[in-house]
Antibody, heavy 120, light 109 residues
């Protein structure tokens, strides 16, 4: 069974840092690109970052460029998101997600999410 | 950036009735359009990709249509488990961005 499990969320002060992790199982993680998608409380979905299977291609949405860093460790079947200079507007549930059997760009695998709250 | 607009924001439907949800793109996305269902406290679930291809395990009562800038998700006969929020998402402008619509909540009438 394909499974993604996020961890590392919590309460952090504005300007602080947090590192999210996503543990993958049930598929050959090293051959698939991965993403982070977030959802602010009561709001819609927002794609924020992509990393290719080999880490050779990385993209970010404009609002997190220069503050967030996506990375992966294929030996550990893990995806990461280092979040620095956090702002109140970064408060959201963060999902790791990818496309395995669907089309490139259509997310057919999702974790359950981890909540990040940025507040003083 | 391609902006995705969904309508209506809320759709009230009785069980067994048909539901029709709309999604409009600010510019053509060809057929690179996906639909997701999200229930409270859960992650989104992919229903449709390529505008009309059902994802693995999705019941036939869900169908997608459209191309270019106008898309529709139809649920032919609403079941109790279908009351949820539905999002469309374009992946034509990829890389570097993927954008979602604001969602349509399907509620019990």
């Amino acid at each position: 069974e394909v499974q993604l499990v996020e961890s590392g969320g919590g309460l952090v002060q504005p300007g602080g840092s947090l590192r999210l992790s996503c543990a993958a199982s049930g598929f050959t993680f090293s051959t698939y690109s991965m993403n982070w998608v977030r959802q602010a409380p009561g709001k819609g979905l927002e794609w924020i970052s992509y990393i290719s299977s080999s880490s050779g291609a990385i993209y970010y949405t404009d609002s997190v460029k220069g503050r967030f860093t996506i990375s992966r460790d294929n030996a550990k079947n893990s995806l990461y998101l280092q979040m620095n200079s956090l702002r109140a507007e970064d408060t959201a549930v963060y999902y790791c997600a990818g496309w395995v059997t669907s089309a490139r760009g259509a997310f057919d695998i999702w974790g359950r999410g981890t909540m990040v709250t940025v507040s003083s | 950036e391609i902006v995705m607009t969904q309508s209506p924001a809320t759709l009230s439907v009785s069980p067994g009735e048909r539901a029709t949800l709309s999604c409009r793109a600010s510019q053509s996305v060809s057929s690179t359009l996906a639909w997701y269902q999200q229930k409270p406290g859960q992650a989104p679930r992919l229903l449709i990709y390529g505008a009309s291809t059902r994802a693995t395990g999705i019941p036939a009562r869900f169908s997608g249509s459209g191309s270019g800038t106008e898309f529709t998700l139809t649920i032919s006969s609403l079941q109790s488990e279908d009351f949820a929020v539905y999002y469309c998402q374009q992946y034509n402008n990829w890389p570097p961005s993927l954008t979602f619509g604001g969602g349509t909540k399907v509620e019990i009438k």
